[in-house]
């Protein structure tokens, strides 16, 4: 697709209603989230239209002769209703099932990163552009775009292509494709403020400063250039700010989701004594008593963020330049995102943290209480050291590409060619918190530290002392690509131009991680104490091509076909078929089928192996079968604790394939109410992604070679994990768009959109030929799949005025349940939350917006999910912040 050629013609092409936060448009089928008024060609009175091209073809054609389900959300109408970044844009799109932000960097290692999830398939099977080409993808796992780091700023329209389109765009385009598209030109400046501000007390606030300028109309001077800088914040909100999040105990829910690694210690002897010197009493609300045990428990969930610290930072750039028939440009962005998450303090079990008996702490030597069975023997501790603060990851994230395009007309073909070069790089730092853990097990065993009550003097400069911090892991991913394409029509059927179009592309991609391993090998709790430096390339080259065929009037044939070849993992051949017909203008059917094909990234085949804390607590299948501890074990650790999985890069594993269908009807009954109903089928074979942890633990037989222990059997030293080929994934369902606009009244006019998608199936395998698992309506292993999905938007223009209602709405599911008794179990309700917004462009220079978010303060029901660190609400799928003023000022100049 060639950038400058779309984003210009669309521009003009696009006749588009009133302030809609999913627009509608006139053009038929080009751009729709609800589907747009149905109409016949134009006649021959019409003002003339250019020939453009649309995300998911490589042929110009006239914007009313095209079929493709886009949904099409414009910048100006998203602001309005107060979506501040672009994940939060993409999170009102019905098939965009999840999404991961920065709250799954809380206590995860994502690097802070946010992604898109269409189709419920992953986000590394929904493909990110920019302007119609690749940016690089985030190092950490190298498998989708970060979000974070597009310039909302400059954006025109962000349009989300819902069929596969690898014959396409290549082979991550399985689950569909997002195409943001900038501005081709600014006039002018302009300056805009925003500020977010959550009703209830706590974090969460947000801020936004960004300035555009530019000169020229390339149509008019032949020259034009502009840039933008545009700069975003949020303040950290935690667990403990919002009651439905601020506990993991929850008796009435049948939650007790704790760790034994806790402040007061809890220990385990040689002489197999286990208990705690301060239980039952311990130190709540932080530490309670394990019921029926002389034991602590820590409430971890307590210490987390429910959203973490957040900067956005990017800029772009762009100066076009006309020679004639020919556009040159060259264009250069820049992304920079920071993310600072904060869990509890480090768990220090399992790692050799000795008490004597000689230590002035030991229980019954005159400063910590005496314990029955004690009489001098060692002591292993499992302690939390409050002191040292909660655990902080500081992430930080920069993507930059430099392109320089050419396009124009030549010989009668319409053509566009590019080079491009993207740098990623991302790095991860131990910002407080962290502790060494041989400084530790020294000052135990050494009688300065009480891991039973607070320091004194020597202790607590002993625990200052110990903080360790600086970088410890970092990665970087390069991509140099260059591609080509060009267009024309070959002849004229009876009905109409036979189009056809060629391309081919080159890209060369490398990726390296670095881990500190002095650094990170001093602190368990980091996740890479034995991560290794691992590296990896790759070439890409393409050919592809596209032939639309008008057979008969208004009974079009769509073909195209895209071959890929990897040097690593070989090559595929993809073809796609698309056939679209409008028996009269009231009326349209289409369909279509292709194949998709997607190699594992660079991240996928080398990524470091890391070993991480389990997000839930488990019993050791071995050393505590059902909760009771083997002969020798220490309950401490093998009982309802946190475990170690290890996770990570796999070299030997194949592509992920896939085959998409799609049919469709758009009918118009009645003048100014449109209709749509598509209905899709994915089937995925050889899906690369890890097992889920509840999976693992949940059937020790059929995974025992997973769990892997030290040489004597004592110790379970982690469950391996790693990325692997899981089996198959079918889906299927529906997507539903109605439009409906009123004639004008003396009120204005007025217009509803409602966008939904259904989602019919949704079973998945965990390997090779295994049963499979239902995930529709429920939530299976480590996610749900919302049945349905919908975004009701009620929109109202008089004159300088515009209003916006919008409702957002995702149906309940049955719940994880993992984690409590049957009499428990639990059904997540639906969620529904409602927004309003007002905006006045009655000024020349200055337009306002305000609005509320979560208009009736809804809070996200209570899940028992165990997947993510922070418990009693999903973070992928609700916002914990309820009602939320928000304003934007844009002052032109």
């Avoid at 134009?42 to 110009?60: C, F, L, W, Y």
């Avoid at 505590?624 to 650790?637: D, E, M």
């Amino acid at each position: 697709m060639t950038e400058t050629i779309l984003s210009r013609s669309l521009r003009r092409l696009f006749t588009c209603g009133s302030a809609a936060g999913l627009v509608l448009c006139a053009q038929p089928l080009l751009a729709q989230t609800s589907p747009p008024a149905l109409q016949p060609p134009p006649t021959p009175t019409a003002a003339p239209m250019q020939r453009v091209e649309i995300t998911g073809s490589s042929i110009r054609r006239l914007a009313t002769e095209t079929s493709l389900p886009i949904t099409t959300i414009r910048a100006s109408d998203f602001a309005k209703q107060g979506l501040a970044t672009a994940q939060e844009v993409l999170n009102a799109i019905p098939m965009n099932q999840s999404s991961e932000g920065s709250t799954a960097a809380v206590g995860s290692g994502t690097g802070g990163r946010a992604t898109a999830d269409l189709r419920g398939l992953g986000g590394d099977k929904t493909l990110v552009l920019l302007n119609g080409r690749r940016l690089a993808n985030h190092p950490y796992f190298a498998d989708s775009v970060d979000l974070n780091i597009i310039p909302v700023a400059a954006l025109e329209r962000v349009e989300v292509l819902r069929d596969g389109a690898s014959a396409i765009y290549g082979t991550d385009a399985i689950g569909g494709v997002i195409n943001f598209i900038t501005k081709r030109s600014v006039e002018g400046a302009a300056l805009v403020v925003e500020a977010y501000e959550p009703y209830a007390q706590g974090g969460g606030h947000e801020q936004r400063l960004n300035l555009s300028g530019g000169w020229g109309d390339l149509e008019r001077d032949g020259l034009s250039m502009w840039g933008v800088i545009d700069w975003h914040q949020q303040s950290a909100l935690r667990a403990t700010d919002r009651s439905f999040s601020s506990t993991g105990i929850r008796p009435e829910r049948g939650m007790f989701e704790v760790s034994g690694t806790t402040f007061p210690a809890n220990f385990f002897s040689d002489n197999g004594v286990t208990g705690n010197p301060y239980a039952p009493a311990c130190q709540p609300p932080d530490s309670v008593a394990l019921p029926g045990e002389p034991l602590c428990a820590f409430d971890y969930t307590r210490f987390v963020d429910n959203i973490p610290k957040t900067r956005q930072f990017s800029a772009m750039a762009r100066l076009n330049k006309k020679f004639g028939a020919h556009t040159a440009g060259l264009e250069f962005v820049h992304g920079r995102s920071t993310n600072e998450a904060q869990v509890a303090p480090p768990p220090l079990s399992g790692i050799g943290v000795i008490m004597t008996g000689d230590s002035p702490f030991y229980p019954g030597n005159g400063i910590v209480p005496a314990f029955p069975g004690l009489s001098g023997e060692p002591l292993d501790i499992s302690w939390r050291p409050l002191e040292t603060g909660r655990r902080n990851n500081f992430d930080s994230s920069i993507t930059d590409r430099l392109l320089a395009s050419l396009e124009g007309s030549l010989a009668g073909w319409d053509y566009n060619t590019a080079i491009s070069y993207s740098l990623g790089k991302a790095k991860s730092i131990f910002n407080g918190g962290y502790v060494i853990d041989q400084r530790i097990i020294d000052g135990v065993a050494a009688g300065i530290l009480n891991p039973f009550g607070p320091q004194n003097a020597q202790g607590a400069d002993y625990l200052r002392n110990s903080i360790l911090s600086g970088e410890y892991l970092h990665a970087r991913i390069h991509s140099a690509a260059v591609d080509a394409r060009a267009s024309r029509e070959l002849m004229t059927l009876p009905g109409g131009p036979l189009g056809f179009a060629i391309g081919a592309e080159f890209r060369r991609d490398r990726a390296k991680y670095f881990v500190n391993r002095e650094l990170a090998s001093q602190a368990s709790s980091s996740g890479s104490a034995d991560a290794q430096d691992q590296s990896g390339a790759r070439s890409i080259w393409a050919l592809f091509s596209e032939v639309n065929v008008p057979i008969v009037k208004d009974l079009e044939l769509n073909v195209a076909a895209r071959y890929d070849h990897y040097s690593d993992v070989g090559g595929s051949f993809n073809p796609k078929v698309a056939l679209r017909w409008q028996p009269t203008p009231q009326l349209l059917l289409r369909g279509s089928f292709n194949k998709g094909f997607r190699a594992p990234t660079l991240f996928d085949l080398y990524g470091p192996q890391t070993t991480t804390n389990s997000s839930d607590t488990y019993d050791d299948p071995v050393l505590c079968p059902n909760g009771v501890p083997a002969p020798g074990a220490n309950p401490n650790i093998a009982c309802g604790q946190q475990q170690y999985v290890r996770g990570g890069g796999n070299p030997d594993l194949s592509p992920e394939r896939s085959r998409t269908y799609s049919a469709g009807i758009v009918v118009e009954p009645v003048k100014n109410l449109t209709f749509s109903l598509d209905y899709w089928n994915i089937r995925l074979k050889d899906q690369i992604s890890s097992l889920a942890e509840q999976t693992i633990f949940g059937n020790y037989e059929k995974y025992r070679d997973l769990f892997v222990y030290d040489a004597a059997g004592t110790s379970l030293l982690y469950v391996l994990a790693i990325t692997d080929n899981l089996g198959e994934v079918k889906t299927r369902g529906l997507d539903l768009s109605v439009a409906y606009r009123m004639p004008r009244t003396r009120f204005g006019n007025f217009s509803v959109n409602l966008d939904g998608t259904y989602v019919n199936k949704y079973d998945y395998q965990n390997e090779p030929g295994g049963p499979f698992t239902e995930n529709a309506g429920r939530y299976a292993d480590a996610t749900p799949v919302f049945r349905w999905r919908h975004n009701l938007l009620f929109t109202l223009a008089r004159g300088d005025w515009s209003f916006n209602l919008t409702n957002r709405f995702m149906s309940h599911y049955t719940d994880q349940n993992t984690a409590v008794a049957p009499e428990f179990f639990n059904k997540v309700g639906h969620y529904s939350t409602w927004s309003l917004s007002a905006t006045y462009t009655g000024n020349k220079k200055a337009e306002l917006t305000a609005g509320i978010k979560n208009l009736f303060d809804e809070e996200p029901p209570f899940t028992n999910q165990v997947t993510n660190f922070q418990l009693g609400y999903d973070p992928r799928y609700t916002d914990p912040l309820g009602f939320t003023i928000y304003a934007r000022v844009t002052y032109r100049f």
